[in-house]
């Protein structure tokens, strides 16, 4: 299980390695119930939960996108079964999958790409929130939340 906090994608890449050089609070893969406090401070432009079941199978992966959301507060599934997940100060990004690859992207034909999740979202936060290629070196953003965001 990892977390990570999106700033920019690479689109030549799949799995972790599509977000780039994340940001990773720490998680404990082995905990079943843990508490995380994601900084509210210059926040990226989504972070992704990823949690991969023992022993793997990658239909029973779990996934979550979610955007800081003050106020928010969500409970509820991972993409798939098994891993519940409440967000505080948070919202999940619905929407993306599949689709949100666009026909003409250069590694759609290869199924090591079109079925990561992870690519698959970044191809959404391209075309959404218009995250750039390159590692982030803007200024913070302008919309980051008053309060402070938790993963539960």
């Given amino acids: 299980m990892w977390l990570a906090g999106v ?13 780039g050089r ?17 900084p509210p401070e210059n926040p990226p432009y989504a972070w992704y939960l990823c949690a991969l079941p023992i022993p793997w199978n990658w239909s029973a992966n779990g996934h ?12 509820g599934p991972a993409l798939v079964g098994g891993l519940t997940v409440r967000l505080t100060g948070a919202r999940p990004i619905h929407g993306w999958g599949e689709h949100s690859i666009p026909a003409d992207a250069p590694l ?7 079925t990561c999740r992870n690519w698959q979202f970044a191809h959404w936060l391209k075309q959404n929130r218009h995250v750039p290629d390159t590692p982030f070196t803007a200024p913070p953003r302008r919309d980051h939340p008053d309060g402070q965001m938790r993963l539960l």
């Fill in 108 to 114: 759609r034909h290869s199924s090591r790409y079109r």
């Fill in 64 to 75: 979550l996108a979610f955007e800081p959301a003050v106020g928010h507060t969500w409970e």
């Fill in 7 to 19: 700033r920019h994608v690479d689109l030549t890449q799949h799995c972790l390695k599509t977000f």
């Fill in 22 to 38: 994340p940001d990773r609070p720490p998680v404990n893969p082995r905990a079943r119930v843990q508490t995380v406090h994601l």
